[in-house]
């Protein structure tokens, strides 16, 4: 019997990755750094998870003379924060909407009781940037759990922000179903012990989705499925291939 969801955010939530491209070449062009990062190039980027991590590989192989100086770990620290900010900013300038069918799971699963979770390797700031306009001021009070990039070090694919969520939960992954966009999410709700709804964005469409439990393509704003039919198949157990 299903007894939690535990959402991903960006890309699953909604389809936060352009915003975020925006800001991370407002971040480089603002400190003069003659970075720029295309779709093509941060498609590729998206492979490692969280971002001081993602500028800390572009670094690495577009200039690893410098990559490995002194100060660079601060650096990295700068343009993070600095990106954070632009993007926070551009999501209070314009609200990003859910991807088509998370509102409808969201407030299926508070009717029901059901538990709700995230489990994101982003930083708080961007999560209350992204709900708040959706869920209202006190968009946390819809989540029983919430693990992020600032109580998971190790960034996905490690399962640890999964398994912080659970013992947040206090409920075995047996019960739970992960929802995500992601092949490095995708590996880290398996390696938690996750069954995993997978809901591929522009982004990660054509990743490696052998382990999940459902794929399910949205092409064309297709809606995520509802409640009832995820509660059907996952008292059936067993893999739901692609629909």
Request: net charge neutral; glycine share 6%.
């Amino acid at each position: 019997m299903l007894q939690a969801l535990i959402f991903d955010v960006d890309g699953t939530l909604a389809d936060t990755e352009s915003a975020h491209l925006a800001a991370f070449n407002q971040a480089f062009a603002t400190l003069k750094l003659g970075w720029h990062w295309d779709q093509q190039l941060y498609t590729r980027l998206l492979k490692v998870a969280g971002g001081h991590e993602r500028i800390a590989h572009f670094w690495q192989m577009h200039e690893p003379a410098t990559a490995k100086h002194q100060d660079t770990p601060a650096c990295i620290a700068a343009i993070h924060a600095l990106k954070t900010r632009f993007y926070t900013e551009a999501l209070q300038q314009s609200h990003l909407p859910l991807r088509p069918g998370v509102l409808d799971l969201l407030e299926a699963a508070a009717q029901l009781g059901l538990p709700l979770a995230l489990a994101t390797t982003t930083t708080p700031a961007n999560i209350e940037a992204l709900l708040r306009p959706q869920l209202g001021s006190l968009w946390r009070r819809w989540f029983a759990a919430v693990g992020d990039g600032s109580t998971a070090p190790r960034k996905k694919p490690d399962p640890q922000v999964y398994q912080q969520v659970l013992a947040q939960l206090k409920l075995p992954a047996s019960a739970c179903l992960a929802i995500e966009d992601s092949e490095i999410g995708l590996r880290a709700a398996r390696a938690a012990g996750l069954s995993t709804l997978v809901a591929p964005s522009a982004y990660t469409r054509g990743q490696d989705f052998s382990q999940a439990w459902w794929l399910h393509e949205a092409d064309e704003g297709r809606p995520l499925p509802r409640l009832s039919e995820l509660r059907q198949r996952f008292a059936q157990g067993g893999l739901a291939l692609s629909v």
